[in-house]
């Protein structure tokens, strides 16, 4: 009986030495697996960036659905397989703004953190001798500033002044503009033509894929920028893939076969790049960025009449500060990064290189006098407060008639639920609530004559802090020096 007690006790024992030990090992495995988890949620030190810039791709010029309560956010006829992927890898920003409505002063802020106003660089066409482009920092320059071991790239269309190697890039096509990319400023411009290369897309992704491949093998951090020539015109595309929408029926406003076929082109270009990533294995190390320099043309031909544009239910289009010219399609997916996420948090051009430097890890670099915020934060998913930017609110300057699209020189400031637009002929503005009135139809400026004046205050303060160009009637601002022009706020 004794006996019996005894090992009824040592296997008492021998069980909870055996659940102790059991309930060790399991919470070993459990820490690990937090740990990788949370390994796997942080952004790492010195990623690769890659911003793959659409050129004249509106808001809804892409099958991704930039924000989920607007049916309209998407096309009705075009087709992106390749982004939508990436889109349910990463954020989309359904408040994304270029920082201009034409490509030269909307890529200058992309790479200085600086509105066009700042720079005084507001329309395509203009000196650029007033520019201090080796001074500046530009986003080559400040991540080499943070790791020296970065390499940078840029191929495509440049669009600016100046030269590539001048802003820090290592390696590049040189300053090219809308022509090397095939573009005939004329009524062809619109005619759809067949090629096997449309619009340079796959010699582009095949230098960006080899340039990849030799960053990874020098085992370099890098940031590559593909500024793609297509969807800007002239209308190009492969045959097959103008022969896959020959039988689709036509969305309600994006109607051109030409352009539908051009707009899958250039996603099969970013399935191409996405492959490559995968196949190599630096997806957990790499941000993918995704964005157009401006909203779409109107309708095609681009200066042909019409009610409603390819932006619809945006208005208006490339060329004005109304919405459909400066609200773009923005997709970033990366490490740390919440898949299939969206933010409503209106972001611009300007916050990308404040934003970059960030994910970079920077500890360095106090950027001056930019316009810029960052937006990391809200990416790693650590707040959904509001950018903090030097000035608050994202501003638009367009000081010159345009003979194609508005014809009224107009500035625009976008700051929390609001946009004020102010003409500049005759000092009127008016008032939206964007998140209530995409479509910019309701003038609120009379019934909220408060919030018109403080966005007034806000936006005629700022252009005369930056010195902005100031609109004078028969000023075009092209080609001559801005010092002989001397016309600013």
Known sequence: MIFFKYKKQQSFIIIKEVFFLTGILLLFFA???VDNSKEKQTNPTSPNFILVLADDQGWNGTSVKMMNNESGS????FE???LELLSKRGMRFSDAYSSAPVCAPSRYSIQFGKTPARLSLIRVGMNTDHIDHEGFTSIPKALKTINSKYRTAHFGKWGMGSNPTVFGYDVSDGPTKNKDGNFDNDRSQWEHVLKKDPKNIFSLTDKAIEFIKS????????YLQISHYAVHSNIESKEKS?????D???GAQQK?????????DLDEGLGLLLNKIKELDIEDNTYIIYMSDNGSVPNIPGAKKYEKSYNYPLSRGKWDAYEGGVRVPLIIAGPGIKRGTESATPVSGTDLLPTLIDLAGNKKIKLAEIDGGSFASILLNKTNQNIKRP???????????NGIALKRPHSALRKGDYKLIKFQDDKSVLLFDLVKDKMEQLDLANQKPAKAKELEKILDNYLADVNAPKWQDGITWKNTPLKEINSNY
Do not use: Q, W
């Open 256 to 264: 051109d076969l030409g352009f539908a076929a051009m707009t899958f």
């Open 80 to 82: 992106t397989p390749n």
């Open 31 to 33: 820490c690990n697996s």
């Open 242 to 246: 103008s022969a896959r929408f020959e």
């Open 215 to 222: 960053s990874k093998a020098e085992e370099k951090p890098f």
């Open 74 to 77: 998407k096309s009705d006829y």
């Open 391 to 401: 000035v608050d609110g994202i501003f638009f300057h367009v000081p010159y008639k």
């Open 248 to 250: 689709k029926p036509k």
